[in-house]
């Protein structure tokens, strides 16, 4: 079987690799570990692309046409500090998506039906972040975070709305498509700048704005389709239990 390696993935296996690498070389300076649920409530929307097959005028109209949803992700996160730096990985769960507004039904120019699309994405993630810290005071400090994850396909559904002279007459969730292939795992950047408070001796809460960009689109390639790079500005709400 020929695999083939693009060059946007050779550069996320680096970028893993280094982090790994670094991750290793941090363990033995540890002197703060904790465990964290996470709730990351965020505005998700996408960029749009398209194979060589899909014409300009096509592009525009499919771009013009949708706009972002909200979303969230939900998780279990492990957490390690040094003195400045340290890094968080652990397991979320990522709701995310677009929605298509209303466009005709038909070809008819006298027709009055239209609808709209609603495209929700579900993705386990493992993500692995560097963070860079400094301490304000004794219990608050602050961090910056630059790192990657990996996200693997769970699901993802469309839900159609119909509308008749503009009056909402029904909806359905349509069918799996079979000519579509979605790319898993998809990888992503992620970014953010935070604030952390350590509330008592054992635990802390964290409040982080943060944006995440796939780096690759939810379909695998196709020349004759559009495809989608997700992306989401939300705020990561943690709270930590130590294990020192």
């Known amino acids: 079987m020929l695999v083939l390696v693009t060059p946007q993935i050779m550069c996320m296996y680096r970028i893993i690799v280094a982090l790994l690498f670094f991750s290793t070389a941090l363990s033995a300076q540890v002197y703060e570990k904790s465990l964290g649920l996470e709730l990351a409530p965020h505005q998700g929307n996408r960029r749009v692309t398209a194979g060589s097959g899909v014409t ?3 592009l525009e109209r499919q771009d013009s046409l949708e706009m972002g949803r909200g979303g969230f992700s939900a998780g279990l996160v492990y957490d390690v500090r ?5 890094f968080t990985t652990g397991i979320r769960y990522l709701e995310t998506g677009y929605v298509v507004g209303q ?9 009055t039906l239209t609808f709209s699309e609603t495209v929700k994405a579900q993705y386990l993630s493992i993500p692995f972040e560097l963070n860079f810290h400094q301490n304000i005071t004794e219990k608050d400090r602050v961090l910056f975070t630059l790192g990657v994850a990996g996200h693997f396909h769970l699901n993802t559904n469309i839900t159609q709305t119909n509308y008749d002279e503009g009056v909402e007459t029904g909806s359905e969730v349509l069918p799996d498509d079979p ?3 979605f790319r898993s795992p998809v990888f992503s950047i992620n970014t953010g700048i935070g604030f952390d408070r350590k509330v008592s001796d054992n635990w802390s809460v964290r409040i982080q704005p943060n944006f995440q960009f796939f780096l690759q689109g939810n379909l695998k390639e ?8 997700f992306y989401q500005l939300g705020v990561r709400v943690v709270v930590r239990r130590f294990i020192y």
């Open 56 to 58: 300009f005028t096509e």
């Open 82 to 86: 040094t003195d400045k730096i340290g």
């Open 103 to 111: 466009q005709p039904t038909t070809l008819d120019p006298n027709s």
């Open 179 to 181: 000519t579509s292939s």
């Open 222 to 229: 196709d020349p004759n389709r559009t495809n989608r790079n």
